[in-house]
C-alpha cells in the first residue's frame, strides 16, 4: 500500500461522527490526528477550540506577491447507522474493486486529504508552494457548521483570501473535470406532535382522541401535493428561473441523464416537481423531505398502542434566491395552519444555510478550468449541487470571497449512506489536481 | 401481605410477554406456575402445548346434574416499553396507594387470578363447587389468540359447557358491578412503502426521486377525513346502529362521560367521528389507528437522508356487524388506490378479531347482574367495550356458547400503558364475585 492510502486508511479509522455526542474524543482525535500531518508536512498546523468541535488552520509562509488560496475540508462524518447494511465495517477501511470503503471515504475524507497529499508533494519536491496557501478544515460540516461562520468573523484578518477552493461535490462522470458554481441551501426543522399524556390501549380510546401519528402523518402530507410540488405557501416566490445556458450545458453532462439517477438511487421511478428532468430537480429546485417520522411501537410484531406523541424530522433544500430564514417561517406557518385537532403542535427549527451560485467564467473559474482540463479527460462540466454546504455562501458574507467546487465525489459513492467508497483513482487524481490547480491559480 | 397477594406478586414477576420471541421462557415459566397453583388447589390441570405459548385447562370432578361453566382468562401481557416511564419495574410488583402496579395487574393477571383464588376458596370451605368447571387459560391474547381457535375446535367436546365467564374488560366506576354484553373486534395490518435501493443523501437526490417516509404519511392521511370519520370506502356499510335503550342506558354509567375521557386520557381536546360521544365513540364505533409509524433516521440531532422505506403498523377496531375478512380487503384496495407514486407498496394483514354482542337480558345474563349486585353497590351496569377479544366471538362461533363479561378494569388502570395498576380492592371483590357467581350460575 502507498503512504498515501496508508494516510487516508488512518484517516477514515476515526469515528469523527459530528452529531453524536458519544463520539467527541474521537473526532477530537481525528483534529489532532490532522494537525500533526500537516506540521509533519512543514506547515505550521494549529487546532482552534470553539464551542463544539475544533477547527484546524494551517499556513506556509506567506508572500506579499503571491496570491493566496484558501483549501476547506472536513474531518467529521455522518453517523454510519444502520451498520448492518454494510459490508465492510465503516470505520476499518479496505479496497475492492478499485475502491476505498469506510464512511467518509468521499465524504470528505478522501477528498480532503487528496489536498493535503498533493500539497505534501508539492512541498516535498519544491520546498514551496506558488500560493500563499491557508487549510481550513472544519469537524462540523455534517452537523450545518454551527461555529465556522463565528470563526470567520474572529479571524476575518488572518483568513483574507483571493479565492477559496473546496472538493466536497460531485465528479459527473469518472475522469470527468467538474466545476461546480452553485449550491442548494438548506433549512431544518424537527416537529413534535402530542396528544394524550401517556400511550393509551387503542381498543379503550380509539376513537376519542386524536392519535399523534396519525396527526403527524396529515402534517406531514400537507407539505406537498400530490404531483410532487411543495404546498408551502410562498415557498416557490424567490426560486431563481434555471437559464437557457444552464439546461443546455447540463443536457450535456454525462451521468446525470433521467435513466443514471434511476439506476443510481434503485427506485422503482422516478418522481419529483413536474417539467423538469432529474439533474434540474436536484440542482436547481427546493423541496421539502422527511429525513425520519416515528411515533408508538417500533418492535417486532403488533401492539395495540394509540402513541402520546410522535416526530417527523424535515429539511428543506433551498436555491438561489431563497432565503431560509424566511422559508422557515413560511414552514412554520404552514404547519401551524394545517395542524389537525385535538393534538399538540411543537415546531423546533433546525439549521440552515443559504444557497449559492457564482460566477464560473470569472478569472479564478477559467483557472480552475484548465486545472481540471489538465487532470482529467475532455472539456470540464459546468454543475450546480443539490447538496447544501453553508459554509460557501458564509465565505461570500464573511470573507467576500468566492469558492471553487472541484468536485471528486463519484453519484454512487453513498455518501451518507452504508458502504459509503471512493475510487483509489479519484484520490490519486485529487492530489494531481491540487498541485496543478495552485500552479494555475497563482497565474 | 396476604397469601391471595403473595400468590398475584408471584404472578406479575413473570415477563410473560407473548408478542417477543425473546421471552418465550418467561411465557412457559409462568404458564407452568398457573398449572402448579391449581393442582395445588385441588383441581385437574394441564398444560396444552401449541404452535406458540401453551394453553392451561383445569377442571373441577364434573357431575352430569350440574351446570357448565368455563372461565376464561390470559397469562400473557403487552410488551412494557417505554421502560423509562415506569415508576416502579414493570416485573417487580409493589403496593402503593391502595393499588397493586405491575405489567398485568389488571389485564390480565389480577382479573385471571381473582378467579382463581374464589374458587381455591369455595373448594377449601365446601370441598366442591356448585357448577362443573373448566378452567381456560391462554398466553396469545395480546397477540390475537392465533392458537386458541385451533384448540377449541380440537378439543369441542371437551370444553362444552353452558356459560363462559371472562373478566378482561372495563369496570365504568369503583365498586360499580359492571357487566359488558359487547366488544369491538380488531383487523391489524403492517404497511411498508419502499423506494430507493438505500437511504440516499437528500441534498443529491432529493427532488428527484419520492420519498418512502413522505408517501407512507400521504398513505396514512387518506385513511381519514378531516373530521375523524374513517375514509375507507365501503367501512361503514355494515355497521349496526346503536340502539335507543343503549344510548339511554349510557347515558346513566358514571365515569364515561366526555369530561371523564378528557381527564382519563389527558388529551390536549377529545376528538371523534362527528354525531356521538367519547363511550358511543369507543363502544360502538369503528376506528382506523396508527399503532406505529416509522422511516428514516429516528436518533439525536439530524441526518439528512431520504429514507429507502418506511412502515405504518396499522390496527382498526370493528363493530358488529363489520367483517374483519371483508374489512381487510376494503383497507388493502384502499391502501393500493391511494398509494403515492414512485414507491412500492406491501402489506401484510395481520391478526383479526370479530366484534361481538349478545343479550343482556337473558337467564345467564340477569344470573351475572344478581352476582354484580351482590358483591358491587347499585344496579349493574350494562355496557359494551371498546376492546377487543376476538376469542368470544370464537366461543361462540366454534362452542356454540354466549360470553359473560363482568369486567374489573378501571379506565385509569394504564393497560398497555406504563406504570399499569389494579386496585387492591378490586383484586379482593373479583375473589368474592366469583364465589356468589358459580352459585347464580348454577341455578
Redesign the interface.
Known amino acids: 500500500m502507498t503512504a498515501e492510502l496508508q494516510d487516508l486508511f488512518k484517516f477514515l479509522s476515526f469515528p469523527s461522527i459530528s ?3 458519544r463520539h467527541k474524543t474521537d473526532v477530537l482525535d481525528c483534529a489532532n490526528w490532522v494537525v500533526e500531518k500537516l506540521n509533519g508536512m512543514g506547515l505550521e498546523a494549529m487546532l482552534h477550540e470553539t464551542p463544539g468541535h475544533p477547527i484546524v488552520i494551517a499556513k506556509n509562509q506567506h508572500d506579499a506577491s503571491k496570491k493566496t488560496v484558501l483549501i476547506y475540508g472536513h474531518y467529521d462524518v ?2 454510519a ?1 444502520p451498520l448492518n ?1 454494510w459490508d465492510s465495517p465503516p470505520f476499518a477501511p479496505e479496497i475492492r474493486e478499485g475502491k476505498i470503503w469506510a464512511r467518509g471515504a468521499t465524504d470528505n475524507k478522501g477528498q480532503m486529504l487528496a489536498h493535503v497529499l498533493g500539497i505534501e508533494k508539492t512541498l516535498a519536491e519544491k520546498g514551496e508552494l506558488p500560493v500563499n496557501l491557508i487549510l481550513l478544515f472544519e469537524g462540523e460540516e455534517e ?2 457548521s454551527p461555529n465556522l461562520a463565528p470563526f470567520l468573523e474572529s479571524h476575518k484578518d488572518e483568513l483574507k483570501c483571493d479565492i477559496i477552493a473546496i472538493s466536497d461535490t ?1 465528479m459527473v462522470a469518472p475522469n470527468t473535470g467538474t466545476l461546480g458554481y452553485g449550491l ?1 441551501g ?1 433549512a ?1 426543522a ?1 416537529v413534535k406532535i ?18 399523534p ?2 396527526a ?9 401535493l ?1 404531483d ?1 410540488t411543495v404546498a408551502i405557501e410562498g415557498f416557490y416566490d424567490s426560486v431563481r428561473p434555471l437559464e437557457k445556458w444552464e439546461r443546455e450545458m447540463w443536457a450535456k453532462v454525462p451521468g446525470v441523464k433521467d435513466e443514471d ?1 434511476q439506476k ?10 413536474p417539467g423538469y428532468n ?1 439533474a434540474e ?2 440542482w436547481a ?3 421539502a ?19 402520546a406523541e ?1 416526530f ?2 424535515l ?1 428543506l ?1 433551498l436555491v438561489p434566491d431563497q432565503e431560509p430564514q424566511v422559508i422557515l417561517q413560511q414552514l412554520k406557518a404552514h404547519l401551524e395552519k394545517h395542524c ?5 403542535l411543537e415546531i423546533e427549527l ?2 440552515d444555510g443559504k444557497p449559492y451560485a457564482c460566477d464560473p467564467h470569472s478569472e479564478f473559474g477559467k483557472a480552475a478550468q484548465r486545472a481540471l482540463k489538465a487532470t482529467f479527460s475532455g472539456e470540464p462540466m459546468l454543475i450546480r ?4 454546504i453553508p459554509i460557501v455562501q458564509a465565505f461570500r458574507e464573511i470573507l467576500g470571497t468566492d469558492t471553487l467546487l472541484l468536485g471528486l465525489a463519484l ?1 454512487d459513492a ?6 459509503e467508497s471512493f475510487p483509489v483513482e479519484n484520490f490519486e487524481a485529487g492530489i494531481r489536481l491540487n498541485r496543478v490547480l495552485l500552479e494555475e491559480l497563482a497565474k
Open positions: 452529531t453524536d455526542p455522518q453517523p447507522d447494511l452537523i450545518g460531485g442548494r438548506i431544518c424537527e402530542t396528544g394524550p399524556a401517556r400511550d393509551l390501549h387503542s381498543g379503550l380510546f380509539g376513537g376519542a382522541v386524536a392519535n401519528a396519525t403527524i402523518a396529515q402534517l406531514v402530507a400537507s407539505l406537498h400530490p410532487g439517477f443510481v438511487t434503485g427506485a422503482p421511478a422516478l418522481f419529483g416537481e432529474s430537480r436536484t429546485r427546493p423541496t423531505e422527511v429525513n425520519g417520522i416515528g411515533g408508538g411501537y417500533q418492535g417486532e410484531g403488533s401492539k395495540t398502542v394509540l402513541p410522535a417527523v424530522k429539511s433544500r389537525p385537532l385535538g393534538v399538540k433546525g439549521h449541487e443539490g447538496g447544501s453519484s453513498q455518501i451518507h449512506s452504508p458502504n
